[in-house]
């Protein structure tokens, strides 16, 4: 099914380990974003693309790096793990970054202990 | 983008029209009002959005005022299924440069 896919669906770490959050999408969208989710908030943005070898920083940018080398990736990478990361992250693309055509993914569960 | 403002939460009995706010005030003209909802622990799902003419779909309606500084989503017969958090966003349609800011939105719980 067309869509996008997140991996892991649940990840537990250590404070200062790395690791990279995976995002695909099948639908040949320009657009793709990062966004995280704490208890009782909305999403906040971090990263985004607007196409391949192009990304530019959100809202919540620090400790997180990405890069878009094609068109159906776009992968999270955080540098050196802080409790204050914990949290709930998604990743959405989006035809030419149109608002009404976001599609998001199930969301990756992030503990940092 | 323009701010919005939604209630914190609501309550809807099951069958019946779920009418939910969000006021835009300083809403611009090239803005357009969109509707998202995220079920429990879900990714946002899109429903809706318009300019500023009433919009009707599968899932919803969507009632804008004629000086747009509010609007209602409605959800005609609410089920159990509905019960989720409700996001009102305002942007305009720019391609590539702009993104999905989400305030807090709107708890609707829809009880049997």
């Known amino acids: 099914n067309a869509g996008v896919t997140q991996t892991p669906k649940f990840q537990v770490l250590k404070t200062g380990q790395s690791m990279t959050l995976q995002c695909a999408q099948d639908m040949n969208h320009e657009y793709m974003s990062w966004y995280r989710q704490d208890p009782g908030m909305g999403l906040r943005l971090i990263h985004y693309?607007?196409?391949?070898?192009?990304?530019d920083q959100g809202e919540v940018p620090n400790g997180y790096n990405v890069s878009r080398s094609t068109t159906e990736d776009f992968p999270l990478r955080l540098l050196s793990a802080a409790p204050s990361q914990t949290s709930v992250y998604f990743c959405?693309?989006?035809?030419?970054?149109?608002?009404?055509?976001?599609?998001f993914g199930s969301g990756t569960r992030l503990t940092v202990v | 983008d323009a701010k919005t403002t939604q209630p914190t939460s609501m309550d809807c009995a099951e069958g019946r029209a779920a009418n939910l706010p969000c006021n835009h005030s300083?809403?611009?003209?090239?803005?357009?009002v969109y509707w998202y909802r995220q079920i429990h622990s879900q990714g946002p799902q899109y429903i809706i959005h318009?300019?500023?003419n009433n919009e009707t779909n599968e899932m919803a309606s969507l009632i804008i005022t004629e000086d747009r500084k509010s609007s209602t989503l409605i959800l005609p017969h609410a089920t159990l299924r509905d019960t989720a958090v409700y996001y009102c966003i305002v942007r305009s349609d720019q391609t590539g440069a702009n993104n999905l800011f989400f305030g807090t939105g709107t708890r609707l719980t829809v009880i049997p």
């Open positions: 693309s607007v196409g391949a070898g192009i990304t």
């Open positions: 300083t809403i611009s003209g090239n803005e357009y």
């Open positions: 318009g300019l500023k």
């Open positions: 959405a693309s989006s035809s030419q970054g149109r608002g009404y055509g976001y599609t």
